[in-house]
């Protein structure tokens, strides 16, 4: 089992220092990467997110990586149509070149319908944008030049140049729990990264993936919302025994917590958990 954990991007816990220090604890534990999350707008009433105070998730990942040598970055989820794709290529490239190589894309069409339309993208348009934005991202990774019809997220290339490529096949870990976010995860992805399920919920998911995208390289992996400070650790270690016996080989774990020291204290029990699993 390979174990991630969030970063402080969000709410009273977050801030340039404590963001910092939460990579840096990471990578001194011994962590296998960092995360961020990816809303840019959020209803004044919603639920869900629990706080609209959230950083940009690729700022925040650079910030992180700038502070870092070794650990993994990845983003859970980056909402791919939420963007224009040959400015999310040459982001994301630029990142993992500068950061060494060290990026993970959790992508996904998205949720929040009125942040699509502050954005003034539709809604209903937002499973064949991620699709062409997959597409477009691999292009501009991979040719020189590029030759691609955007025909969902407009644009038109023809011998375009969008260097520099990265050094590398990025890993694109599909997000989403339903049938057509598991059908893109077999079709173009690689891995699937389940967010805030239930260890219950996962064997038939898993077993249509293994099915189809048998080997290894294809990462299942889970984020979990859990509380170190409060929570019963016997119980989140059989828990991490189940997720691992179901065949997730990757688990990121978001603390709870709402202040940055508390924040940093969960991130230190959560890994000595993992130790003792």
Request: glycine residues 8%; proline residues 5%.
């Amino acid at each position: 089992m390979r174990y991630g954990i969030h970063l402080p991007q969000f709410g009273q816990a977050s801030g340039p220092d404590s963001v910092r220090q939460a990579a840096i604890q990471a990578e001194d534990l011994g962590y296998d990467d960092i995360w961020v999350s990816d809303h840019l707008a959020v209803p004044k009433d919603a639920q869900y997110p629990p706080t609209a105070y959230i950083h940009e998730p690729l700022i925040t990942l650079t910030w992180a990586a700038a502070a870092t040598k070794r650990v993994g970055l990845g983003t859970s989820i980056l909402v791919l149509p939420m963007r224009r794709p040959l400015v999310l290529a040459k982001m994301l490239s630029s990142l993992d070149i500068m950061s060494g190589e060290r990026l993970i894309v959790g992508a996904a069409s998205g949720w929040l319908k009125e942040e699509f339309d502050a954005l003034g993208v539709p809604f209903n348009e937002r499973g064949k944008r991620t699709d062409e934005t997959i597409a477009l991202l691999r292009a501009c990774w991979t040719e020189d030049p590029v030759n691609f019809e955007a025909k969902a997220t407009g644009g038109n290339f023809v011998n375009m140049r969008a260097n520099p490529r990265p050094n590398r096949h990025i890993p694109i870990w599909i997000g989403g729990m339903s049938n057509v976010a598991l059908d893109r995860a077999i079709a173009v992805g690689d891995g699937w990264h389940a967010s805030g399920s239930n260890k219950d919920d996962l064997g038939a998911s898993i077993a249509r993936l293994r099915a189809a995208r048998p080997e290894k390289e294809f990462t299942i992996s889970t984020r979990e919302h859990w509380d170190a400070l409060e929570g019963d650790v016997e119980d989140m270690k059989r828990q991490i025994a189940k997720f691992e016996e179901q065949g997730v080989q990757h688990m990121m774990f978001q603390p709870r917590q709402r202040y940055a020291d508390d924040w940093l204290r969960s991130v230190e029990l959560l890994w000595e958990m993992t130790q003792g699993v």
